[in-house]
């Protein structure tokens, strides 16, 4: 966890709850799973395979796949591609397994 | 090796073909004969290589199963690769990753693994029991790599087989020939060889010896030097997956291997479709099907590269090793398995160009010239 | 038997969607593929979900594409979201499209197929650009239109007109932007002007960048000439350093935003086998595409930012008229009206591509920024430093495809998309050749991630 980055505008807006790393956290519903990491506060989500330095997302469009996680068990997800939805079960890799 | 120069004066050699067995050749000549001017001529960066899409093993089982000569040449050559890895490494300085830790194939059928046997027993005869080997039954198969799936009956081990990593063996031997003085010039293609009154001009480079090691185009380049090489494109296609953790699979296999990164390939699939070296998706599902059926817990592993190449197929699939009997110095070298014999090509292939091997030596590598493919 | 569609859309931009509402009108059974959850493509994402106060943050020229989406929910084709293409090839049929959708591999079947699948950022490699705590512009974008996330401060950094409307847009919600850094060479103003008279044919688009621009000049902290950008901080980024005139300047920050400009996403065209070309303008390869999207594969189209980076208006346009063609194969056949219609968008497409030519050479990028430092991450999957590929390049080795045997930079996840081109920038200036006769990385399947699993249980539509 970083210091919060980003703020949301959408203050009013339908919250959605997810589990982050077997943590339960509410963000605004229609958020990509990697829009939904950063407003939890979260900017690294994996350590490199190579040289196991933090990375984070970098073009949240689908084309640097820095942005991999486990989504309800499903290894290598683009997090940026995906909306969370109720109860999805997000897995980075800051610790343990690569995703 | 040095950017070439001096395109005037001639070499001694010039190795038409930057891939394994033209890199293996200028090693071992270069370091037989280290006063030697030799030249290596490579083509463009989109050029069909299958040095760059090999398996990486270094494959003794089955290997000559028709062809007695061959067996023994693959058997010295992977008995040569051991002292060959310590050196090319020492010298340039690239771990090139090879391990002799033996190699399992698998059969996923009773007649599969009858076919092994009787394989295995026909090498062993032909190199006078000097090829080691046991056959696995699905339990003996399963203490050497547990996690087999249920289809596999056996396999065949034998403990002379081994792998490397084949990107960085062309690698090192690029930089070891750098380092020993051969020169090299990329993009570089010979469309046509001059025969001079005392040596060749290939692409505006004179030397008294040339070798083709064009791969699939030796068969034009062999013809203008009066020498049959016959040799088709056989495609081959591999998959990689994404690094899985270290001595998941600890014996070589032709049908699946994991590299020391951790990446795991799998493959071996054999078409004739000519120059086309496309992926295509039957063979990739064929692939992972087969890979999933041996070892189920691969299925979960992701597919981070899928690669496919041409081998450099001779009519009975073993080596051509050829004198131009009509221009002296000229010589054609044909083969698919450039990395299981490139301690054979650096070693005993390259003492053969140089005239300087024994007589039974000699008897051997001749044994693999083009007569047998006389009409 | 499968499914076979007379038109297969790959991306629901503006120039999918053009294409697929143009060939669904005219009776062709067509399918869209789209990677995201929603139609719209990067320009107009999230459009039909946008809230107002996204809407006011964002601007017009973002919800002129209402009426298209609009029209493209009511087009009378399929549409399959999220689905992950991983590969095409060619077929007797003509072609096979894979995609993975919801877990499960499926090959679609389609006589004709049009790559709409647009651009991405061209890849700025500066030291330190994979550290934490940097994104692209483009992902700033991103996360205001799909999330409504902005940030408190930010450093922008690079050249071209996204950088410029991120900044506005950014101060028009409050975020404090502590320095755009300009990297747009001063000489470019100068090598830009013969292209003016391209520019004023679209007289509102040049007004609206020139107030844009000036805008950002006035009331951002807007730095101009910057090279040398380096970023600072060992785990994440915690400043960033930069030299103008010489002079090397510090700043304090947590957050950079890159940019500098677009280029076309080529891999699906280059895995068919589309013949491409080096654009001097837009410094990128592209497909060589005929202006109604024809490319050198029969069968196979491709418009939008996919073919060439034109934007938004040219990409609908340039996707009508392919959509239109395609369904009438060839011009020919087609009524006095439709016949006017083409001839107009073929017009337009070519006037704004011409136009283009204004942006492309004012923003194309600084001389340095191909050249970067040796220990510059080149390939970010692989950890490949710029100094490495330098190495194996100056010493004769064939191109960027037997550098990648040696380095494995390129071997990736995101398979050389963020690499390949500043590999061949690279190879060009080892081996000081021009960069249009390095040919470009081989492209393979796996275009997206799938496991062995998914792979062997391929099922077909």
Request: proline content about 5%.
């Amino acid at each position: 966890m970083t210091d919060l980055l980003f703020s949301c505008l959408l203050k009013d807006s339908p919250m959605c709850p997810i589990t982050v790393n077997g943590v339960e956290h509410q963000v605004p519903a229609r958020l990509s799973v990697a829009a939904a990491l950063l407003y939890l506060g979260n900017l690294a989500i994996r350590k490199h395979p190579v040289s196991s330095e933090a990375r984070a997302p970098f073009c949240y469009m689908g084309v640097c796949f820095e942005c991999l996680v486990i989504i309800d068990g499903q290894h290598k997800q683009r997090a940026c591609l995906r909306e969370v939805m109720p109860h999805m079960c997000i897995e980075t890799a800051m610790v343990g397994v690569n995703p | 090796m040095s950017p070439a120069n001096n395109k005037l004066s001639p070499y001694d050699w010039i190795i038409v073909g930057g891939g394994l067995v033209g890199a293996s050749i200028a090693y071992g000549l270069i370091q037989k004969q280290p006063q030697l001017r030799i030249l290596v001529l490579d083509g463009g960066d989109t050029d069909h290589r299958a040095s760059v899409g090999n398996f990486g093993l270094i494959w003794v089982q089955g290997k000559g199963n028709d062809f007695p000569a061959y067996a023994n040449w693959s058997l010295q050559g992977a008995d040569l690769w051991p002292e060959f890895a310590r050196q090319l490494s020492h010298k340039s300085q690239i771990d090139i990753a090879y391990q002799r830790q033996g190699g399992l194939e698998f059969a996923l059928s009773q007649h599969q693994l009858s076919v092994l046997r009787e394989e295995m027993a026909t090498m062993s005869r032909h190199t006078q029991g000097r090829f080691q080997y046991t056959l696995l039954d699905r339990n003996a198969a399963l203490a050497l790599q547990p996690g087999l799936g249920e289809a596999v009956v056996g396999a065949a081990y034998s403990p002379q087989d081994g792998q490397v990593n084949p990107l960085y063996l062309l690698s090192a031997l690029h930089k070891a020939n750098r380092l020993l003085g051969v020169e090299y010039q990329s993009r570089c293609p010979v469309e046509h060889i001059e025969v001079l009154e005392h040596g060749f001009n290939a692409a505006g480079s004179l030397a008294k010896h040339i070798v083709l090691c064009a791969g699939l185009d030796n068969q034009r380049l062999g013809k203008q030097l009066a020498m049959h090489l016959p040799v088709t494109p056989v495609k081959g296609q591999i998959l990689i997956t994404e690094r899985a953790e270290a001595g998941k699979l600890p014996y070589a296999s032709p049908q699946m291997r994991q590299t020391a990164e951790g990446t795991i390939q799998i493959g071996g699939s054999h078409e004739h479709k000519g120059l086309d070296n496309r992926s295509s998706l039957d063979i990739m599902q064929t692939i992972a099907n087969d890979a999933v059926t041996i070892m189920p817990e691969l299925a979960k592993l992701h597919l981070v590269r899928s690669w496919s190449a041409l081998r450099v197929m001779s009519p009975d699939g073993a080596p051509i090793y050829q004198r131009s009997t009509k221009y002296q110095g000229a010589f054609g070298v044909c083969c698919h398995s450039g990395v299981s014999l490139a301690a054979a090509h650096a070693g005993l292939l390259s003492s053969w160009l140089l005239n300087t091997l024994d007589r039974d030596q000699k008897i051997l590598i001749e044994a693999m010239n083009n007569d047998r493919f006389a009409v | 038997m499968s499914k076979v569609y007379d038109y297969l859309v790959i991306g629901a931009g503006p120039a999918g969607m053009a294409a697929a509402i143009e060939a669904s009108n005219a009776g062709l059974c067509v399918l869209v593929l789209d990677q995201a959850e929603n139609a719209g493509g990067q320009i107009y994402r999230n459009l039909g979900q946008v809230g107002i106060q996204q809407a006011r943050v964002l601007g017009p020229d973002y919800l002129v594409g209402k009426p298209l989406l609009a029209e493209f929910m009511a087009a009378n084709c399929d549409y399959q979201p999220m689905a992950q293409l991983w590969h095409i090839e060619a077929h007797e049929k003509g072609f096979l499209v894979v995609a993975l959708v919801h877990g499960e591999s499926i090959t679609y079947v389609t006589s004709h197929l049009l790559l709409a699948n647009g651009a991405m950022e061209r890849p700025m490699a500066i030291p330190g650009w994979h550290k934490p705590g940097v994104m692209t512009a483009g992902a700033g974008q991103i996360l205001l239109k799909t999330a409504a996330l902005l940030p408190k401060q930010v450093v922008l950094a690079g050249s071209g007109p996204l950088l410029l409307l991120l900044a506005q847009q950014y101060r028009a919600a409050g975020v404090i932007i502590t320095a755009l850094l300009d990297t747009t060479p001063k000489s470019n103003y100068w090598y830009a002007t013969p292209w003016l008279m391209a520019g004023l044919t679209t007289p509102k688009q040049l007004l609206k960048g020139l107030w844009l621009t000036l805008v950002q000049r006035i009331k951002t902290p807007y730095i101009t000439g910057v090279s040398g950008i380096e970023v600072l901080g060992e785990e994440c980024v915690t400043g960033v350093s930069y030299t103008v005139a010489g002079k090397v300047y510090d700043i304090d920050c947590n957050l950079i935003m890159l940019h500098q400009g677009l280029i076309p996403e080529t891999q699906m065209g280059q895995l068919l086998g589309c013949t491409q070309v080096w654009s001097e303008n837009q410094q990128c390869w592209q497909a060589r595409v005929a202006v109604a999207g024809q490319t050198s594969v029969p069968g196979l189209q491709i418009a939008g930012d996919a073919g060439t980076i034109g934007g938004a208006y040219v990409a609908q346009f340039n996707g009508r008229l392919a959509g239109i063609v395609r369904a009438n194969s060839g011009v020919a056949t087609l009524s006095l009206q439709k016949r006017l219609l083409t001839l107009w968008l073929c017009l337009r497409v070519k006037q704004l591509h011409w136009a283009r030519g204004l942006v492309d050479r004012l923003y194309r990028p600084a001389d340095w920024l191909s050249e970067p430092s040796s220990d510059t991450i080149i390939c970010r999957c692989e950890q490949v430093t710029a100094g490495a590929v330098t190495a194996i390049a100056s010493r004769g080795c064939a191109g960027v495809n037997q550098l990648k045997a040696y380095t494995r930079a390129g071997m990736g996840a995101c398979q050389g998309r963020q690499c390949g081109l500043n590999l061949a920038y690279l190879v060009a200036h080892a081996q000081q050749r021009p960069v249009s006769k390095v040919e470009p990385l081989t492209v393979r399947p796996p275009l997206s991630p799938i496991n062995l699993g998914q792979l062997s249980r391929q099922t077909e539509l």
